[in-house]
């Protein structure tokens, strides 16, 4: 079945710092990428849609300009997290989009901030 | 390699009747186990949970039940209601930090 991965799996970085975090789609082409957000016991909170060579689409208060999203390719999506604070610290997961309705999740990223 | 499947893409069922969804997992260290709701341009929504020292979790209409010996858990919708038409995926988690997702399973409930 298709993959997906994410890298790094966990990071921590210091306030006021950039961490970008990647998606791949292994072995298969993903016009259509997805970011979420989980909190602890909480539902995935999605923060933008992603279609390659354009500019991602952000739900409603999610900051673009601090949720930096780029699609590159078709088997590459990228969210960077810009000047992190301790309140971003989270549970970040990508998913990509098959041809019908299926999603294929990545295994998520651990943000700490300190 | 998917550590979570639903092999089940789509499932259709008449309203009042029973929804039966499956998943199946290959990693044994998974002991927490989740089923989420996904209407169609939203991200999913937390259905019920299951940690693996239970066999059985009801909330309502829906009740999750796993089968660890089988690495199976299912999720039972009573009576299903057409509202229940949506994406279903389950997903598991060996640590509670890191989730595994299954592709999903299109359910239709027929009125």
Redesign the interface.
């Known amino acids: 079945g298709a993959v997906v991965s994410q890298h790094p799996s966990r990071v921590i970085c210091k306030s006021g710092t950039s961490v970008k975090i990647e998606c791949r789609s292994l072995d298969f082409q993903a016009t259509t990428m997805f970011w979420y957000r989980q909190f602890p016991k909480q539902s995935l909170m999605l923060m933008a849609t992603s279609n390659e060579g354009s500019k991602a689409t952000y739900e409603q208060g999610v900051e673009k300009d601090k949720f930096l999203i780029n699609h590159a390719s078709l088997t590459l999506s990228t969210l960077t997290v810009t000047s992190a604070h301790p309140e971003d610290s989270s549970f970040y997961i990508c998913s990509a989009s098959g041809l019908l309705y299926e999603q294929y999740f990545g295994p998520g990223t651990r943000l700490t901030v300190t | ?2 550590q979570v ?1 639903q092999n089940s ?1 789509s499932l259709s069922v008449q309203e009042g009747r029973i929804s039966i969804l499956n998943c199946d997992y290959t990693n044994s260290m998974f002991d927490y186990f989740l089923w ?1 709701k ?1 209407y ?1 341009a ?5 259905l019920i949970s299951i940690s693996s020292i239970k066999d059985k979790n009801e909330d309502g209409r829906f009740t999750v039940f796993l089968n660890k010996s089988a690495k199976h858990l299912s999720l039972h919708i009573v009576p299903s209601q057409p509202g229940d038409s949506a ?1 279903y ?1 389950c ?1 598991a988690s060996a640590t509670g ?5 299954g ?2 399973t ?1 359910l239709t409930v027929i009125p």
Do not use: H
């Open positions: 390699d998917q499947k893409p989420y996904k169609p939203e991200g999913p929504t937390f994406v995926f997903a930090n890191q989730f595994y997702f592709t999903g299109s």
